[in-house]
């Protein structure tokens, strides 16, 4: 028997030196490792293509303020009826006003404007300034697309003068001018570029002028650049870390923002369709107004964009709770929820239809001709909260009648089980500490296989790393007392890496899984809830350890779980084992949980042929409450190296506090 060695020269990191160190003593202390044997001849599990997603909705910031690229707070000065939130007057007080005015709507969405009263000449600047989410990002050399409606009391009035700029004025990174206004309301668009300036992330976008009259401005807009260059579209940053998932799916619109707070808050997608000037914003559900610049299409067209395809989520008559209403609001079913079941034929026939149908063709005058291949509706969101459960069995039948007749090949998702019909896949969601998430691990192992097929629709292990007052770090099992750190630690990425092993061992039963929530900004005032998978500013973004770990198994799906015992239990680490038959690559997944390396001999049967070169891709940290920060993005993050010395059997040697890939080459 061999025993797998790793060269040391292609390791990058000092961890992955600590723990070849580590391995050697282990080995001998450890005189029985317990033995895989991996069965090739046997036929395993096929493994969904679908497997492993995203889930993503409107929490913490998750489009405004974060992947929806647009960088003014309060673009069209709706966000607070009292006040121009995120909006300042530039001069001197004593020199001009700024207030909200709803006597001047342009349309029947961008009701309530921003009035500028410049009273009399002044020989300063006197404008309007907008602090962006947590600060505008004035990045170096980049180009800007700034636009707004306006109109001036007078009929001619101008020039304007456009300027992203640090938060005090004194430094100016970019500008550009409008040079006339007319008593109408009429659209501007310029671009602004900036110079090779040290990159400003709490910079603030001002438009001023020097005449007195009075101006009102609205749906003000600045975008930075966006991946494949979309008009309105995504950050860039973001889109290359969700791209880098390559997810297979994309599941919207919620979670919780789908439902809303009241029935009229859930999302409204028809009001997010078409040009933005005609999207009035509703509500949210996480305490933040949205201004449904993320509507259904771009949706559609972010999925489009990373090469996954959309899994549909329709309202189902039931919002949340809200302080008043415990038991939350149900539509029930039966006449008053027809119109629901309506909507959401409208919106399956809007993402799927030709042009010829009225909503295929409300697609393609938004853009689109081409319609979006759907194989999965969801109907509703956890319908086991309040009065949703005892109300979800009739109202999903008669979504699922509905759908069906229209649409007989769409898989139909219950979120919770129901006796009605025969739902295609179940949603089960789990949120729990990482140990939870490790006993979950097995939650599947004895699963009815006469029940539907599982969607497990939102996941994670709930653990972070604190940064205490005095600088320390603290360990800590319930993040939602604390408002610190809105990403998970190593050791919820260990939690969450032994649940996929279980997912992946019981791929006959799972056929789609997705971490939750996906995205959020690190200011405590921004999110409300953590952990979440990936981090920003208006800057910078970074991916936590749960990431990386999610990213080293889709990487590593392969087409098929394989058949593999042990010889003894393994209570200490847990393990998937798959194969790609295309290429023939083998991937051995192990999640070693304790301090101690895990020795284990292998033993491959059915293979003609085991390379003695593979891989070894480790995720480890020198603590399990090591994590990944703005400020340290890459404390804890996977390296990979060549091993040799594998074979039909070999022993080797796993890493403390690791998820590692290993991964060989059969024939
Ligand atoms: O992921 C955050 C929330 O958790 C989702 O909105 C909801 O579905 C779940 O309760």
Same mark, same amino acid.
């Given at each position: 028997m061999k025993h797998l060695s790793i060269r %040391?020269? $292609?390791?990058?990191?000092a961890a992955s030196a600590a723990l070849v160190l580590a391995t050697l003593s282990a080995l001998a202390a450890d005189a029985h490792p317990p033995r895989m044997l991996i069965d090739l001849t046997r036929p395993g599990i096929p493994i969904s293509p679908t497997f492993y997603g995203l889930m993503t909705e409107e929490i913490n910031h998750s489009y405004d303020g974060g992947l929806y690229a647009e960088l003014i707070q309060n673009r069209s000065f709706k966000d607070d009826a009292t006040r121009p939130l995120h909006w300042s007057l530039v001069g001197a007080v004593a020199d001009g006003s700024i207030a909200l005015d709803? *006597?001047?709507?342009?349309n029947a969405a961008l009701t309530t404007c921003l009035k500028l009263t410049v009273p009399a000449a002044t020989s300063g600047r006197l404008g309007i300034a907008n602090d962006g989410y947590w600060g505008v990002p004035a990045a170096p050399t980049t180009t800007y697309r700034a636009s707004f409606y306006a109109k001036a009391g007078a009929d001619t009035a101008g020039p304007l003068t456009l300027t992203l700029e640090s938060a005090d004025g004194h430094t100016v990174y970019a500008t550009a001018q409008v040079p006339q206004l007319t008593s109408q309301w009429k659209r501007y668009a310029v671009t602004l570029t900036t110079g090779n300036s040290a990159p400003d992330n709490h910079a603030r976008f001002v438009i001023s002028l020097s005449q007195p009259g009075v101006y009102w401005f609205n749906l003000v807009s600045l975008f930075p650049p966006t991946w494949h260059d979309r008009p309105n579209g995504n950050r860039v940053d973001l889109m290359q870390a969700l791209s880098a998932l390559h997810p297979a799916f994309l599941r919207f619109p919620g979670g919780n923002y789908l439902e809303g707070k009241t029935v009229d808050s859930h999302f409204p997608w028809k009001q997010t369709l078409g040009d933005l000037s005609l999207r009035p914003g509703h509500a949210g559900t996480w305490g933040y107004p949205a201004s449904d610049g993320m509507g259904l299409l771009e949706f559609l067209e972010w999925a489009e964009d990373i090469g996954a395809e959309p899994v549909l989520a329709v309202y189902a008559g039931y919002s949340l709770p809200n302080d008043t209403n415990h038991a939350g609001t149900v539509i029930p079913a039966g006449p008053a929820l027809a119109p629901y079941v309506q909507d959401a034929l409208d919106e399956i026939e809007y993402v799927t &239809?030709? *042009?010829?149908?009225p909503w295929g063709a409300r697609r393609l005058a938004d853009g689109h001709p081409a319609p979006f291949s759907l194989h999965y509706v969801e109907i &509703? #969101?956890?319908? %086991?909260?309040g009065d949703a459960r005892r109300t979800y069995n009739a109202r999903f039948a008669q979504f699922y009648d509905a759908i069906k007749a229209a649409h007989p090949a769409l898989q139909c998702i219950a979120t919770i089980p129901v006796t009605s019909r025969v739902p295609d896949v179940l949603d089960d969601h789990y949120y729990a500490t990482s140990g939870e998430m490790m006993k979950l691990? =097995? $939650?599947?192992? =004895?699963?009815?296989?006469? $029940?539907p097929k599982i969607f497990v629709g939102e996941w994670a292990a709930r653990e972070i790393t604190r940064v205490t007052p005095d600088g320390q770090t603290a360990y800590n099992r319930m993040p939602w007392a604390y408002k610190d750190s809105p990403t998970p630690n190593l050791h919820a990425a260990l939690g969450d890496a032994a649940f996929m092993t279980g997912l992946e061992r019981n791929a006959d039963v799972i056929v789609m899984n997705c971490y939750a929530p996906l995205l959020t900004r690190v200011e405590p005032a921004a999110f409300q809830w953590n952990p979440n998978l990936i981090g920003y500013d208006s800057l910078r973004s970074y991916v936590s350890p749960s990431y990386y770990a999610q990213q080293m198994f889709q990487l590593h799906r392969g087409d098929t779980v394989v058949h593999v015992s042990m010889s003894?239990?393994? *209570? #200490?680490f847990f393990f998937s084992t798959t194969l790609d038959h295309a290429t023939g690559a083998l991937f051995v997944k192990l999640v070693n949980i304790n301090p101690t390396p895990q020795i284990v001999q292998f033993a491959i049967s059915g293979a003609r042929q085991v390379a003695g070169q593979g891989t070894l891709t480790v995720l480890t940290s020198a603590h399990p409450d090591d994590t990944d920060t703005i400020n340290d993005p890459v404390k804890v993050v996977p390296v990979t190296a060549p091993v040799d010395g594998l074979g039909a059997s070999f022993t080797s040697t796993f890493a403390p506090y690791a998820i590692s890939v290993l991964q060989l080459q059969t024939q």
């Amino acid at each position: 028997m061999k025993h797998l060695s790793i060269r %040391f020269a $292609k390791l990058a990191c000092a961890a992955s030196a600590a723990l070849v160190l580590a391995t050697l003593s282990a080995l001998a202390a450890d005189a029985h490792p317990p033995r895989m044997l991996i069965d090739l001849t046997r036929p395993g599990i096929p493994i969904s293509p679908t497997f492993y997603g995203l889930m993503t909705e409107e929490i913490n910031h998750s489009y405004d303020g974060g992947l929806y690229a647009e960088l003014i707070q309060n673009r069209s000065f709706k966000d607070d009826a009292t006040r121009p939130l995120h909006w300042s007057l530039v001069g001197a007080v004593a020199d001009g006003s700024i207030a909200l005015d709803e *006597t001047q709507p342009i349309n029947a969405a961008l009701t309530t404007c921003l009035k500028l009263t410049v009273p009399a000449a002044t020989s300063g600047r006197l404008g309007i300034a907008n602090d962006g989410y947590w600060g505008v990002p004035a990045a170096p050399t980049t180009t800007y697309r700034a636009s707004f409606y306006a109109k001036a009391g007078a009929d001619t009035a101008g020039p304007l003068t456009l300027t992203l700029e640090s938060a005090d004025g004194h430094t100016v990174y970019a500008t550009a001018q409008v040079p006339q206004l007319t008593s109408q309301w009429k659209r501007y668009a310029v671009t602004l570029t900036t110079g090779n300036s040290a990159p400003d992330n709490h910079a603030r976008f001002v438009i001023s002028l020097s005449q007195p009259g009075v101006y009102w401005f609205n749906l003000v807009s600045l975008f930075p650049p966006t991946w494949h260059d979309r008009p309105n579209g995504n950050r860039v940053d973001l889109m290359q870390a969700l791209s880098a998932l390559h997810p297979a799916f994309l599941r919207f619109p919620g979670g919780n923002y789908l439902e809303g707070k009241t029935v009229d808050s859930h999302f409204p997608w028809k009001q997010t369709l078409g040009d933005l000037s005609l999207r009035p914003g509703h509500a949210g559900t996480w305490g933040y107004p949205a201004s449904d610049g993320m509507g259904l299409l771009e949706f559609l067209e972010w999925a489009e964009d990373i090469g996954a395809e959309p899994v549909l989520a329709v309202y189902a008559g039931y919002s949340l709770p809200n302080d008043t209403n415990h038991a939350g609001t149900v539509i029930p079913a039966g006449p008053a929820l027809a119109p629901y079941v309506q909507d959401a034929l409208d919106e399956i026939e809007y993402v799927t &239809g030709v *042009t010829n149908t009225p909503w295929g063709a409300r697609r393609l005058a938004d853009g689109h001709p081409a319609p979006f291949s759907l194989h999965y509706v969801e109907i &509703g #969101n956890e319908d %086991f909260v309040g009065d949703a459960r005892r109300t979800y069995n009739a109202r999903f039948a008669q979504f699922y009648d509905a759908i069906k007749a229209a649409h007989p090949a769409l898989q139909c998702i219950a979120t919770i089980p129901v006796t009605s019909r025969v739902p295609d896949v179940l949603d089960d969601h789990y949120y729990a500490t990482s140990g939870e998430m490790m006993k979950l691990a =097995h $939650k599947y192992d =004895h699963y009815d296989r006469s $029940k539907p097929k599982i969607f497990v629709g939102e996941w994670a292990a709930r653990e972070i790393t604190r940064v205490t007052p005095d600088g320390q770090t603290a360990y800590n099992r319930m993040p939602w007392a604390y408002k610190d750190s809105p990403t998970p630690n190593l050791h919820a990425a260990l939690g969450d890496a032994a649940f996929m092993t279980g997912l992946e061992r019981n791929a006959d039963v799972i056929v789609m899984n997705c971490y939750a929530p996906l995205l959020t900004r690190v200011e405590p005032a921004a999110f409300q809830w953590n952990p979440n998978l990936i981090g920003y500013d208006s800057l910078r973004s970074y991916v936590s350890p749960s990431y990386y770990a999610q990213q080293m198994f889709q990487l590593h799906r392969g087409d098929t779980v394989v058949h593999v015992s042990m010889s003894a239990d393994p *209570t #200490n680490f847990f393990f998937s084992t798959t194969l790609d038959h295309a290429t023939g690559a083998l991937f051995v997944k192990l999640v070693n949980i304790n301090p101690t390396p895990q020795i284990v001999q292998f033993a491959i049967s059915g293979a003609r042929q085991v390379a003695g070169q593979g891989t070894l891709t480790v995720l480890t940290s020198a603590h399990p409450d090591d994590t990944d920060t703005i400020n340290d993005p890459v404390k804890v993050v996977p390296v990979t190296a060549p091993v040799d010395g594998l074979g039909a059997s070999f022993t080797s040697t796993f890493a403390p506090y690791a998820i590692s890939v290993l991964q060989l080459q059969t024939q």
